[in-house]
């Protein structure tokens, strides 16, 4: 903080009848997060505590009380409880961020031992488990068939759904609608899994299949997709409806040209966190698309691999290079992930409406 | 163009509750009617039984006949889309679609409703944008965001966007409440050039406003709260703030009311 410096002295007491009273230099903040970090680990070495949770609460512990002490004295107590509550959500801030930084980073360097274009563009065919070499290409073609097939089944039943529940719904239909909508969201993965096969797989008698597995990738992603798009058509104000209405325009044309592209960008980011989310899902695809080292690209015959189901069959084998191959898909489907995400945020902000300012 | 409104015996509800009780009234062709009243009485509702918006809010309903010329709008076989498309309407909050261009908005009627022809276009959109009085202001921004004008012109572009589909009875539901004088004064004179074209019907809080725009005055009062409102009596403007024959509506006009 090279700006620090504050033409008022640090402790002045607040002079009554005026509007000014003394406050904390800007770089106060900064500076007592410093000195608890460096106590909260000079605490734990002395101490010679090993959890560095312990250190890291010793510090966050320090940063408020430290924080509340010196504001109290300086600027007064309502001040101090300002202080404290923007020192709370800071240091919840760190303690959100602390793991997801650390995961990021232990994936990274645990991935990037194996990955390169051979990883990339090759499957297993022929690699023993044990030894090192091979690659994810067929659990990458997986992952995007199966993904690819259960967006198409889920989203457009979804956005229909969320449609009808939003501009046509209000009857009973629909609070049937919206229960089992939230049914759905809470059944777990692998119930999911067990339903197709027992009706795809043991009932009709289909074999395991990348596209049974994105039946069941779909149900999951369905009620995601509804209750996301349902609160950005809910967020439509309604004037924009009776606009386009009074001018003899049809309802279904209003829905399709006025409401939906208004709400696109909150629609696709919605449709994008839920694909997010089924990409890692791993147990409906153990059930259902089985597993293979082949590439297998027909999602309708045969068993496929996926991302999810790679990492866990190379961990289960725990040879060196089988979890230096786990790493690196795990890296491969985390950047999977967040390229969809950066594409979703892409997409919002080039439909969003433009205020043209 | 133009078309005589003969109501008659009308009452609309939402759901139970009876909003508007048993009104009859003509509004004249090529003529500004004002409605006044105070807030609940039923004015915007009666304005949107006009255009057949009413029933658009969920329990929306309506008894009695409007007629348009010889033709009944809540007869049987009457789409209301056809009807939305003769009588078009204006809203008190300027609501420009957010993610079309100025040009867009404009021809967002004609477009969605599928009958034109493109090389009518630019000129429907130029000729209403001249009618509304905005296309000096907005002739080099067409491809802008309709949502980037300020308030009056936002408004202004709505009253383009309205007039673009050529409808015969133009509604304005308070135009000009969320608007600054001179915004306003630039409506009122709008509405002065439209009415050679149109027949007008315009709801307002503001009684100067009416005294300034319109040819007929329309007082609507309710009982007490919750009960319906009605039409209490319709006449010349001039005759309205000058001399009206209901007590009510002078109690109201010279603010000794309530």
């Known amino acids: 903080m090279s700006h620090a410096i504050q033409d008022r002295p640090l402790s002045v007491a607040p002079r009554r009848g005026t509007l000014s009273h003394a406050r904390l230099p800007r770089w106060t903040p900064a500076a007592v997060a410093a000195g608890s970090v460096l106590a909260g680990v000079g605490t734990g070495l002395a101490a010679g505590w090993h959890s560095k949770v312990q250190w890291g609460l010793i510090s966050a512990l320090l940063f408020v009380l430290v924080t509340y002490a010196l504001t109290t004295k300086v600027e007064g107590s309502r001040q101090a409880k300002d202080r404290v509550a923007t020192s709370l959500v800071w240091v919840c801030f760190v303690l959100a961020v602390v793991p997801l930084l650390s995961l990021a980073w232990v994936t990274v360097s645990k991935g990037l031992a194996v990955l390169d274009g051979y990883f990339l563009t090759h499957s297993m065919n022929g690699v023993l488990d044990a030894e090192a070499g091979g690659g994810i290409y067929h659990a990458l073609l997986g992952t995007v068939e199966q993904v690819g097939i259960a967006t198409l089944i889920a989203a457009p039943i979804g956005l229909l759904t969320a449609v009808y529940l939003v501009e046509y719904g209000g009857g009973k239909l629909a609070q049937a609608v919206t229960f089992f909508v939230d049914v759905m969201t809470g059944i777990p993965s692998i119930v999911a899994g067990l339903f197709v096969l027992t009706t795809w797989n043991l009932t009709l ?48 044309r209003t829905i399709l040209k006025v409401v939906l592209p208004t709400a696109i960008g909150g629609i696709t980011t919605g449709v994008m966190l839920a694909v997010a989310r089924i990409t890692g899902e791993t147990a409906p695809v153990l059930l259902l698309v089985f597993g293979t080292k082949l590439i297998n690209p027909n999602p309708f015959e045969g068993a496929q691999s996926s991302l999810p189901l790679y990492v866990y069959e190379q961990y289960a084998v725990g040879t060196d290079a089988a979890v230096a191959r786990a790493w690196a898909a795990a890296l491969v489907l985390i950047a999977f992930v967040m390229i969809l995400n950066l594409v979703a945020r892409g997409i919002a902000r080039w439909k969003a409406p433009k205020t043209g300012r | 163009m133009a078309k005589r409104i003969d109501v008659s015996g009308l009452s609309a509800y939402y759901g139970a509750h009876k909003a508007i009780d048993d009104i009859s009234m003509t509004v004249e062709p090529r003529s500004v009617t004002a409605f006044i009243g105070p807030s609940g009485c039923g004015k915007s509702t009666f304005l949107r039984t006009l255009n057949r918006m009413h029933e658009v809010t969920p329990g929306g309903r309506v008894e009695g006949k409007v007629m348009l010329d010889d033709e009944n709008l809540y007869g049987t076989n009457v789409d209301p889309v056809a009807v939305r498309r003769t009588v078009g309407m204006v809203f008190q909050r300027p609501n420009p679609f957010p993610t079309m261009s100025i040009f867009d908005n404009v021809a967002a009627g004609l477009r969605l409703n599928g009958n034109y022809k493109k090389s009518q276009l630019n000129d429907i959109v130029e000729k209403s944008l001249k009618g509304a009085n905005l296309w000096n202001e907005v002739k080099d921004r067409l491809n802008k965001p309709g949502s980037g004008l300020s308030g009056g012109q936002q408004q202004r572009l709505c009253i383009a966007r309205a007039i673009a589909v050529e409808p015969d009875v133009l509604l304005m539901d308070e135009p000009c409440s969320a ?33 300034r725009v319109s040819d007929r005055t329309a007082f609507f009062n309710l009982a007490a709260v919750g009960q319906p409102g009605k039409l209490i009596e319709l006449d010349d403007t001039e005759r309205i703030f000058s001399n009206p024959s209901v007590q009510a509506t002078e109690d109201y006009i010279s603010g000794r009311f309530g």
């Open chain 1, 205 to 252: 008698g289909f074999g395991p299949s990348g596209f049974a597995g994105a039946m069941a990738l779909a149900i999951l992603m369905m009620p995601v997709v509804v209750r996301s798009t349902e609160e950005m058509l809910k967020l439509v104000p309604n004037e924009l409806r009776e606009a386009s209405l009074a001018l003899g325009i049809p309802k279904w």
């Open chain 2, 179 to 211: 608007l600054d004088p001179i915004s306003t004064l630039a409506i009122e004179d709008l509405i002065g050039e439209l009415k050679e074209r149109f027949t007008i019907v315009i709801v307002t809080h503001n009684m100067q406003q009416a005294a």
